[in-house]
């Protein structure tokens, strides 16, 4: 499975939405195999952190004048909230850069890590870690559900996995990961 994703990120060009500094952010999925099975690593972030209070997200977050690009964001942000080094990440693949409810400008990459892994997270940002079977994705839809920001209310895709619920930009590059993989 692992080759069959590099396979199809390979070939597929990730778009590129332009964003000020100020509203730019880089995530990383950060993917394993156990047991010829495929996971993808998520957090649940602390009710303590500035924005997204409790939310299941992919490790990432804003861009710093001195990363250089938005994939040394990623790369940075993933070693600091749950201590994957970039030395022990293999980037394969961008997925589209995506505009958040809260006005971010988000690039998502992909990139398979080694199993076991020990990670240190990061207990001011990340509650817990969150490893989301992929084939839980390719099997199943999501449920549309209503979210509140701002006093707006939309109707966004959400997935449940083990109690937690995966919605907003990370369900939605969930979403574009699964399409690609079955182009």
Same mark, same amino acid.
């Given at each position: ?13 990730? $778009? ?53 690009? $938005? ?113």
């Amino acid at each position: 499975m692992i080759s069959l994703i590099k396979e199809r990120l390979n070939s597929y060009i990730g $778009k590129t939405l332009e964003s000020p500094q100020d509203i730019c952010a880089g995530v990383m999925i950060p993917i394993f195999e156990k047991d010829g099975d495929i996971f993808i690593v998520l957090t649940k972030r602390t009710e303590t952190v500035k924005a997204h209070k409790g939310e299941v997200s992919f490790p990432g977050g804003m861009c710093e004048e001195e990363d250089g690009s $938005k994939l040394n964001t990623a790369l940075r942000e993933c070693c600091e909230e749950i201590g994957l080094s970039k030395n022990d990440v293999k980037i394969v693949g961008k997925l589209d850069d995506m505009r958040t409810l809260t006005g971010f400008v988000v690039s998502p990459y992909v990139g398979i890590m080694p199993y076991p892994y020990t990670f240190k997270v990061n207990p001011q940002e990340v509650a817990y870690l969150i490893y989301f079977p992929l084939k839980f994705l390719m099997e199943t839809d999501p449920v549309i559900e209503q979210a509140e920001y701002e006093g707006r209310v939309e109707e966004v895709p959400s997935f449940h996995y083990n109690g937690d619920r995966i919605w907003g930009a990370t369900c939605r590059m969930l979403l574009q990961f699964k399409n690609i993989l079955r182009s």
